[in-house]
């Protein structure tokens, strides 16, 4: 076991060595039909299938060679300091906007008496008015905390980039909390906390960005969607923070993708699985306006050239190599509608030409295996009901270089 332990992301594809995921808890049995859309859910897996292809998923990455570390357990032990723990729960509780100072306080006596393991999962899960000794009866949400289905899609909170993170502003206030997990982790964490793991963006920053937009597409390329969920001034300050820093990075690709539900992140519509190949969600094909960010060191300021070309064009151009798209359904128009509903464009490299995907996605399957792409593919039935598929559910910490 590492004693303090680096990010070291600098591609999508390298042997995947470490992963953080998170294990579905009560949060998702903490989901109620009314209130689905205000918590990004459209619908309420059961719980404990859920658990078990999750499981499954970590079993595979196991199996895979990869170390699996979960948030839940980082978090306990980062918040066991006491001191620590009362600054975790301020934190926390500001931002579930509980207005009363006496109700805020009850919330936090009631949190503050169970052990750092139990206390995490209750947070996560969400806390009842019940629990704190308030009445429910007259109100139609019961919830003082409300809980956080989307933490099992570990990709969003915070981005792993070469040697540092984004430790992100997210879009909707629902998941902002989120992210208090990460700071708290590489903050305190006795294998974190003496690392000095630079933070190319803050949580507490105006302008929003999310995982799911940021894909390291090698060391010398990173790709930034400017999507619903990601603007246009985060993605230039992670760039400019990157180029002060002298990281590796001489490129960032700035993609405009449309802003919806459907293209919620720039890795539900293309995600890389191997040296010059990727697969795609047909709904962008065409031409793309894209936005190469450089740097002048001289002048200390950033340079964007902006261009329309087809994705794999862009794709070839910078990483100096011919790519081939593989569409997800095989370009199908019904095929590649369910099987994107159902992230057949998200996977998750483990190994260059390596991939875990759904296994419900198999139209998509059988033809990344037909273009020699080892694919692992798990069952998703409860777990795909998120809208999130192998790639946002697991967050790398440490990958091979290629």
Excluded at 35 to 40: G, K, T, Y
Aim: net charge negative; hydrophobic share 35%; proline share 4%.
């Amino acid at each position: 076991m590492e004693t303090d332990r680096k990010i070291r992301v600098y591609n999508e594809i390298g042997n995947l060595k470490t992963v953080l995921l998170h294990r579905p808890g009560g949060e998702i049995e903490n989901l109620i039909p009314e209130h689905l859309s205000r918590l990004l859910f459209d619908d309420i897996p059961f719980l404990k299938v859920a658990r078990s292809e999750h499981d499954n998923f970590a079993k595979v990455l196991s199996d895979n060679g990869v170390e699996v570390l979960y948030v839940e357990n980082l978090a306990a032990l980062a918040v066991k300091d006491k001191e620590v723990k009362a600054s975790f729960l301020n934190e926390v509780i500001a931002e579930c906007f509980v207005e009363d100072k006496e109700t805020a306080k009850l919330l936090k006596d009631f949190l503050l008496q169970l052990p750092e393991k139990e206390m995490i999962d209750k947070v996560i899960a969400g806390t009842r008015k019940k629990e704190i000794g308030l009445s429910e009866d007259n109100d139609d949400y019961p919830f003082i905390m409300e809980p956080m289905p989307n933490l099992y899609f570990t990709r969003d909170p915070f981005a792993s980039i070469g040697s540092g993170i984004t430790l992100n502003s997210m879009k909707n206030n629902i998941r902002r909390r989120e992210t208090i997990f990460a700071k708290y982790i590489f903050k305190y964490h006795p294998q974190f906390k003496n690392s000095n793991i630079p933070l190319w963006y803050n949580r507490d920053e105006e302008f929003s960005i999310e995982g799911g937009d940021e894909l390291v597409l090698s060391k010398d390329v990173l790709a930034i969607g400017h999507s619903e969920r990601t603007s246009v001034e985060a993605i230039k300050k992670v760039a400019k923070n990157l180029f002060e820093a002298n990281e590796s990075f001489k490129t960032v690709l700035m993609f405009d993708i449309p802003k919806s539900r459907a293209f919620m992140h720039l890795d539900t519509v293309f995600t890389m699985i191997d040296y010059d190949k990727f697969t795609v969600h047909e709904g962008i094909e065409g031409n793309l306006k894209v936005s190469a960010i450089s740097y002048d060191a001289k002048n200390k300021e950033l340079l964007i050239e902006e261009q329309e070309d087809s994705l794999e064009r862009i794709l070839s151009k910078y990483l100096e190599k011919d790519i081939t798209l593989i569409r997800c359904g095989g370009g199908d128009r019904v095929i590649s509608r369910r099987e994107q509903w159902n992230d057949g464009s998200n996977t998750l490299a483990i190994a260059p030409g390596k991939v875990i995907t759904y296994e419900r996605n198999y139209i998509t399957n059988e033809i990344l295996d037909k273009h020699n792409v080892n694919v692992l593919s798990i069952p998703s039935g409860e777990l795909s009901r998120g809208r999130g598929g192998p790639r946002c559910m697991s967050m790398p910490l440490h990958r091979e270089e290629i």
